[in-house]
């Protein structure tokens, strides 16, 4: 696609104008209920939905539009990992439920700059060096080889640690002992120091830099135009809010997520190999949108379901008796 400038502002507007929309009416603290999550999630999905549809009428047809919703869909379900993550985060630095949703919204606007950064590198070095491909695809390779060891390590849920970053910020400033509403800043003994909802929203924002690292040269392996890069993390990226409440209490029985993310990651890290290899003149197949989105949508799809019955089966055993913790610990893994 050829997007003007003046398209790219109309785009950060637009986005800016949702997010802002969506700030003003939860601005209020308050519990968010299953409705209120399942509502706002679907209006972002369908956001998304028509941001695609408009790509697919107005800006070069099934092309451009294949490659917004597979980019989408891939970084909608990299986003759901991200939501463990969130889970510790929350725990560690025991925030109160009614100013979760704020946490959240922040955060995310934290990363989605910092994401942002991260498309325009991605693209300038794509646009300069065609080997960047091989290290791409090599890295989610690797990455999803990784995926799988930690999923069958089967190690006990871990603890969210402080990066170096938030730790220098915290030293440097200082934080109060407790929370203050939403306050982000209080003068506390003569100085002015960050409070806890400051730093778990810096928490939230910076983690999501480690999820960009393989998010990023995943969905530059289904597309390499700038634009659809980044509205496609933008839309993934904004409903993830409401997707932390909806399905919270859902995370703990996709037990097979692990897996899915690892074939989908190497599916596409095969994928950037082979446009490699195609870019450097060797005659090999290359894989279309289309292909990329069925393989995308159907492991979803299949991981979601074996999950389910993975948990139902561990339920049921949990339900019979003790003595079958061990046969429904064999079924979560198989």
Same mark, same amino acid.
């Given at each position: ?56 009428? $107005? #800006?070069?047809?099934?092309? +451009? ?33 009614? $100013? ?12 989605? %700059?910092?994401?942002?950064?991260? /498309? ?11 080997? %960047?491909?091989?290290?791409? #695809? ?36 200082? %934080?109060?002992?407790? $929370? ?28 999501? %830099? ?15 135009? +700038? ?19 909806? /399905? ?10 692990? $897996? ?29 949108? +289309?292909?990329?989105? #069925? ?40």
């Amino acid at each position: 696609m050829e997007v003007s400038p003046t398209l790219w502002v109309l785009t950060i507007v637009g986005l800016a104008v949702l997010i802002a929309v969506d700030f003003f009416i939860g601005r209020k603290p308050h519990d968010v209920s299953i409705k209120e999550a399942g509502i706002w999630t679907v209006v972002w999905i369908a956001l998304a939905g028509l941001f695609g549809l408009g790509l697919l009428l $107005y #800006g070069g047809g099934g092309g +451009p539009a294949g490659e917004f919703f597979a980019g989408f869909i891939t970084e909608k379900s990299l986003s759901v990992d991200n939501l463990f993550v969130f889970v510790l985060i929350m725990a560690k630095f025991a925030v109160p439920s009614q $100013y979760q949703q704020r946490v959240l919204l922040v955060g995310v606007l934290i990363a989605l %700059v910092l994401r942002a950064v991260f /498309i325009a590198a991605g693209a300038a070095i794509i646009a300069s060096f065609s080997w %960047v491909f091989y290290l791409f #695809g090599a890295f989610l390779i690797w990455t999803a080889w990784k995926l799988v060891q930690d999923a069958r390590a089967d190690e006990e849920e871990e603890e969210y640690e402080e990066n170096k970053l938030l730790r220098a910020a915290e030293r440097r400033f200082g %934080v109060a002992d407790r $929370y203050h509403g939403t306050k982000l800043w209080i003068q506390q003994n003569g100085k002015r120091v960050m409070t806890p909802m400051l730093v778990v929203m810096l928490a939230i924002g910076t983690t999501d %830099v480690l999820f960009a690292l393989d998010s990023i040269p995943a969905i530059f392996g289904l597309t390499q135009d +700038p634009y659809i890069v980044f509205t496609a993390n933008a839309f993934a990226l904004m409903g993830l809010r409401q997707l932390y409440f909806l /399905i919270g209490g859902l995370l703990r029985k996709l037990v097979h997520l692990s $897996y899915g993310l690892s074939i989908i990651l190497g599916f596409i890290g095969v994928k950037l190999v082979l446009h490699a290899l195609h870019e450097s003149g060797v005659h090999v197949p290359e894989i279309s949108i +289309p292909v990329s989105l #069925g393989v995308i949508c159907a492991v979803l799809a299949v991981t979601t379901a074996t999950s389910l019955i993975a948990s139902r089966k561990q339920a049921a055993a949990e339900a019979a008796g003790p003595g079958s913790d061990e046969t429904a610990k064999r079924s979560v893994d198989a």
